[in-house]
Nanobody
Framework: QVQLVESGGGLVQPGGSLRLSCAPS????????MNWYRQAPGKERDLVAT???????NYADSVKGRFTLSRDNAKNTVYLQMNSLKPEDTAVYYC????????????WGHGTQVTVSS
């Protein structure tokens, strides 16, 4: 079973920055679509950003221009750089690795808390 190890969450003031990291325990990064989701208290889990195995990215409208998702296959890690953070970005952020054809998989991390508050 592959595990996704997340790090980088914490408390930051509005306007600040954080960088989240996600490192799979197995060698899946080169074929996986990597996603970051977030879930605020009392709300559904929403997709924030996606990077495909080919490096194409897509972002939720709410984070476009502020968040950047990148992948470093050599380090087996993806990074979510979050700038100009707002209180509404406060949530638990989850890393997800998915592959829709053989080998099919869909792995989740345990989540990391991001709190934006003064």
């Amino acid at each position: 079973q592959v595990q996704l190890v997340e790090s980088g969450g914490g408390l930051v003031q509005p306007g600040g920055s954080l960088r989240l990291s996600c490192a799979p325990s197995g060698n899946i990064l080169r074929i996986a679509t990597m996603n970051w989701y977030r879930q605020a208290p009392g709300k559904e889990r929403d997709l924030v950003a996606t990077v495909t195995s080919g490096g194409s990215t897509n972002y939720a409208d709410s984070v476009k221009g502020r968040f950047t998702l990148s992948r470093d296959n050599a380090k087996n890690t993806v990074y979510l750089q979050m700038n100009s953070l707002k209180p509404e970005d406060t949530a638990v952020y989850y890393c997800n690795a998915a592959h829709g054809s053989f080998p099919i998989f869909n792995y989740w991390g345990h989540g990391t808390q991001v709190t934006v508050s003064s």
